[in-house]
């Protein structure tokens, strides 16, 4: 793993033992859903953070002896979107691209810190306003399994 | 061992210490913090008035009066508690260990401190009542840390972002657990708990869902949660300070009798649309129709409120109840229990029922929060 190559902007092509990020519009619950997979079965979501995910991913498995790891991230780093990422900056980056590419609209404050975006949308963000909203993401919600731990 | 909030009220108050003297109460003592009640009964006209003693299920043999009753109830308490004690056998060496954890000899909730691995990460909470906001902070190896004011797993995905690019070998890890206020937890469940409990003291009053699932304490506080009223309330002590050095738990704020206006404790919203002693608190009811326009109930809610600020052994009410379901279940499973015996059942096995009809689920609680595998009762 690179953190200098992702630094450079040259993104990680995805890791196999790395934690999965998916981010989807519920319709529902008119709101983004940050959820979190590993090795296709573990999962956690929240709909304010994706450190939130994170952790409740964590403490979902604070006490088994599954493959998932709490250093997971320290040592894989997170897939997200076809590419592996190993830094806070370079994830942020990233998840506001695609954001952006789907009609979100970030503050100042946002683009200036990137990785603020893992903390979640910020009241100045803003969330497209197009009727009826879509789901970002084509994969079926139906895949994230209901989480042990829900935000 | 800890003690809930509510087993440690139980156990604070005066023990074998008897009370319903008065014609027609219940005669009632607590041993061990247990209730222990006699019960007058004749068998015939010409048979003398015998009284019996009930101790967590168990009845003793008839006495010859109230006073050889009262004799008798220490050793009768002992011989119940020795009996339960029998009945339970060690673990089968072969079953695996339910909760693999670092101390496999505790069998209580929570690791002692002694056994926690020094680099576990400590978690303290911080509760500002002028912004109502509840900060979750940890703190790993003495330079780093993270906090939340939204959950636990926020303040925790904020620590492990925070040590993203370190060597692993030196990051945080959930596999040391978690040490809050002096002790160590090494179990979702019991870290739920430990800090329901800590909330509980500090004068929160927490939500029908924490009541029924701690374990979503560690998503934070839901809107139904509600705040301490109290002026001020201080941070917890950090958790390297010794149990000792724990602060004294809030009093648990009751209403005192006659009280005019709001009901100190109560919700003013509900007081207002409802009434002066209107209550408004989280509470399970089992329910059985009478067939004759009628249905029978029994249920339990951990607040103390619906004690009107009464201090004896009972309290009847007559009046209205506005159910507000966060989710109903039936089943026919469970014919011929009697609706008093489901009051000690296991709800799980109730909500779990093969035959189970989900009638109303508006919260989403039974479809979508994994109930089904994670759901703890209190």
Same mark, same amino acid.
């Given at each position: 793993?690179?953190?200098?190559?992702?630094?450079?902007?040259?993104?990680?092509?995805?890791?196999?033992?790395?934690?999965?990020?998916?981010?989807?519009?519920?319709?529902?619950?008119?709101?983004?859903?940050?959820?979190?997979?590993?090795?296709?079965?573990?999962?956690?979501?929240?709909?304010?953070?994706?450190?939130?995910?994170?952790?409740?991913?964590?403490?979902?498995?604070?006490?088994?002896?599954?493959?998932?790891?709490?250093?997971?991230?320290?040592?894989?780093?997170?897939? @997200?979107?076809?590419?592996?990422?190993?830094?806070?900056?370079?994830?942020?980056?990233?998840?506001?691209?695609?954001?952006?590419?789907?009609?979100?609209? @970030?503050?100042?404050?946002?683009?200036?810190?990137?990785?603020?975006?893992?903390?979640?949308?910020?009241?100045?963000?803003?969330?497209?306003?197009?009727?009826?909203?879509?789901?970002?993401?084509?994969?079926?919600?139906?895949?994230?399994?209901?989480? @042990?731990?829900?935000? | 061992?800890?003690?809930?909030?509510?087993?440690?009220?139980?156990?604070? $108050?005066?023990?074998?210490?008897?009370?319903?003297?008065?014609?027609?109460?219940?005669?009632?003592?607590?041993?061990?913090?247990?209730?222990?009640?006699?019960?007058?009964?004749?068998?015939?006209?010409?048979?003398?008035?015998?009284?019996?003693?009930?101790?967590?299920?168990?009845?003793?043999?008839?006495?010859?009066? /109230?006073?050889?009753?009262?004799?008798? #109830?220490?050793?009768?308490?002992?011989?119940?508690?020795?009996?339960?004690?029998?009945?339970?056998?060690?673990?089968?060496?072969?079953?695996?260990?339910?909760?693999?954890?670092?101390?496999?000899?505790?069998?209580? =909730?929570?690791?002692?401190?002694? %056994?926690?691995?020094?680099?576990?990460?400590?978690?303290?909470? =911080?509760?500002?009542?002028?912004?109502?906001?509840?900060?979750?902070?940890? #703190?790993?190896?003495?330079?780093?840390? $993270?906090?939340?004011?939204?959950?636990?797993?926020?303040?925790?995905?904020?620590?492990?972002?925070?040590?993203?690019?370190?060597?692993?070998?030196?990051?945080?890890?959930?596999?040391?657990?978690?040490?809050?206020?002096?002790?160590?937890?090494?179990?979702?469940?019991?870290?739920?708990?430990?800090? #329901?409990?800590?909330?509980?003291?500090?004068?929160?009053?927490?939500?029908?869902?924490?009541?029924?699932?701690?374990?979503?304490? /560690?998503?934070?506080?839901?809107?139904?949660?509600?705040?301490?009223?109290?002026?001020?309330?201080?941070?917890?002590?950090?958790?390297?300070?010794? %149990?000792?050095?724990?602060?004294?738990?809030?009093?648990? =704020?009751?209403?005192?009798?006659?009280?005019?206006?709001?009901?100190?404790? $109560?919700?003013?919203?509900? +007081?207002?649309?409802?009434?002066?002693?209107?209550?408004?608190?989280?509470?399970?009811?089992?329910? +059985?129709?009478?067939?004759?326009?009628?249905?029978?109930?029994?249920?339990?809610?951990?607040?103390?409120?619906?004690?009107?600020?009464?201090?004896?052994?009972? +309290?009847?009410?007559?009046?209205?109840?506005?159910?507000?379901?966060?989710?109903?279940?039936?089943?026919?499973?469970?014919?011929?229990?009697?609706?008093?015996?489901?009051?000690?059942?296991?709800?799980?096995?109730?909500?779990? #029922?093969?035959?189970?009809?989900?009638?109303? =689920?508006?919260?989403?609680?039974?479809?979508?929060?994994?109930?089904?595998?994670?759901?703890?009762?209190?």
């Amino acid at each position: 793993m690179s953190a200098e190559n992702q630094s450079e902007g040259q993104p990680e092509p995805k890791h196999e033992d790395a934690i999965d990020l998916v981010i989807e519009y519920s319709d529902q619950r008119q709101s983004l859903l940050w959820a979190v997979e590993y090795a296709g079965s573990l999962s956690c979501w929240s709909e304010r953070s994706l450190q939130e995910a994170i952790g409740g991913c964590a403490l979902a498995h604070m006490e088994d002896d599954s493959p998932y790891k709490n250093d997971s991230i320290t040592e894989y780093g997170i897939n @997200f979107n076809g590419h592996n990422y190993n830094t806070r900056d370079a994830l942020g980056a990233a998840v506001i691209i695609y954001l952006s590419d789907r009609s979100y609209r @970030f503050s100042g404050q946002t683009l200036g810190e990137q990785s603020l975006i893992l903390c979640g949308l910020q009241d100045e963000d803003q969330a497209p306003a197009a009727e009826p909203r879509k789901q970002l993401q084509a994969q079926p919600a139906a895949t994230v399994q209901p989480a @042990f731990y829900v935000a | 061992m800890t003690v809930g909030v509510g087993g440690e009220r139980l156990l604070e $108050a005066p023990q074998q210490v008897w009370r319903g003297e008065a014609e027609g109460e219940l005669i009632t003592a607590l041993f061990a913090g247990k209730q222990m009640w006699v019960a007058a009964s004749s068998r015939g006209r010409d048979e003398a008035e015998t009284f019996q003693l009930t101790y967590l299920d168990f009845k003793s043999e008839p006495l010859p009066s /109230l006073q050889a009753a009262k004799q008798a #109830a220490p050793a009768f308490a002992r011989a119940v508690l020795g009996h339960l004690q029998s009945l339970i056998t060690e673990a089968a060496p072969t079953q695996p260990e339910p909760k693999p954890m670092s101390n496999p000899t505790n069998t209580d =909730d929570t690791d002692r401190t002694n %056994e926690c691995p020094e680099d576990a990460v400590a978690l303290s909470l =911080d509760y500002d009542p002028a912004k109502q906001t509840l900060v979750y902070r940890l #703190a790993f190896g003495g330079t780093s840390g $993270a906090e939340s004011s939204h959950s636990l797993k926020a303040a925790w995905g904020a620590l492990m972002f925070a040590h993203m690019t370190d060597d692993p070998s030196q990051s945080p890890a959930l596999q040391d657990g978690i040490r809050f206020e002096g002790d160590h937890y090494s179990t979702p469940e019991t870290l739920a708990h430990a800090l #329901a409990d800590a909330l509980c003291e500090r004068g929160f009053v927490l939500s029908l869902d924490h009541t029924h699932d701690p374990t979503l304490i /560690l998503s934070g506080l839901l809107p139904d949660d509600r705040a301490p009223r109290v002026q001020s309330v201080a941070p917890t002590q950090q958790a390297t300070q010794p %149990e000792s050095a724990k602060q004294p738990a809030t009093p648990i =704020d009751r209403p005192s009798k006659g009280v005019f206006g709001f009901e100190a404790g $109560a919700d003013p919203y509900t +007081q207002v649309m409802f009434g002066q002693h209107a209550q408004h608190v989280p509470a399970w009811l089992y329910v +059985q129709s009478q067939g004759n326009g009628t249905v029978l109930f029994v249920g339990a809610s951990r607040s103390t409120g619906l004690t009107w600020g009464g201090t004896k052994t009972h +309290q009847f009410m007559l009046g209205e109840l506005i159910a507000r379901p966060h989710f109903v279940v039936e089943s026919d499973g469970f014919a011929g229990h009697g609706i008093s015996g489901l009051a000690r059942a296991d709800h799980l096995d109730f909500v779990e #029922a093969e035959d189970r009809v989900v009638l109303c =689920d508006p919260l989403g609680l039974v479809a979508t929060k994994g109930y089904n595998h994670n759901m703890t009762w209190s």
